[in-house]
């Protein structure tokens, strides 16, 4: 019996060509990212640039986001800051997020939320709320932020925090639900 045919085979003709095309600019890619920084990127981020993406939102200068990152509706980034892949960046409600912040893989930052809108089946609208990052933040992979937090200047948020409350300037902190344990101080892992 023969192999089913792939869905990306498609009959010679134009289409077939480009698609040639696109996979040996991948294939190539892929090497040199490879070679360069040995990591492996979804398709999109080797043919994106992240830093004209984020220019292209209206993001600070040296602002980089990947292509993998979600943004919906009003979202602020100020300079130099860094949005890792997998982030959802969720501005229905207004969303800033300062200079020079990290903002890790996997990342969620919500802005609003739709908690009412299910328990009522539809008759209560979601709720909306500004969320705000303050410059020179750190937010470990896959922590979430709920909508109308802020989290202060110069903060270190861990890996799979859930960020319920604010958090103040300097802080340290961690868990679910997230709680400061300490002051963050550069150049101290956290």
Known sequence: MPPEPSPLDV?????AE?????RAL???QRRTVAQRWKRSLP???????????ARELGFGDGASIYDSALVL?????????WIGPGV???????????DHCSISAGVQI?????????????????????TRIASRCYLGPHTVVAKGVEIGEGCVIGAHSLVLENIPAGS??????????????????T
């Not at 480009?18 to 696109?22: E, F, G, M, N």
């Not at 398709?43 to 993406?53: C, H, L, M, N, Q």
């Not at 340290?172 to 892992?189: D, F, I, N, Q, W």
């Open 11 to 15: 009959p010679p003709g134009p289409l």
């Open 18 to 22: 480009l698609l040639a095309r696109l």
């Open 26 to 28: 991948w294939r190539e």
């Open 43 to 53: 398709f999109g981020d080797y043919v994106v640039d992240r830093w004209e993406k």
């Open 73 to 81: 509706g009003d979202v602020k980034v100020g300079r130099e800051t």
């Open 88 to 98: 959802v960046l969720d501005g229905s409600g207004g969303l800033t997020i300062g």
């Open 110 to 130: 919500y802005t609003h939320d739709s908690v009412a809108w299910a328990l009522s089946g539809g008759k209560v609208a979601p709720t909306h709320a500004s």
């Open 172 to 189: 340290k902190a961690y868990g679910v639900p997230c709680r400061v344990v300490g002051t963050a101080v550069p150049g101290e892992l």
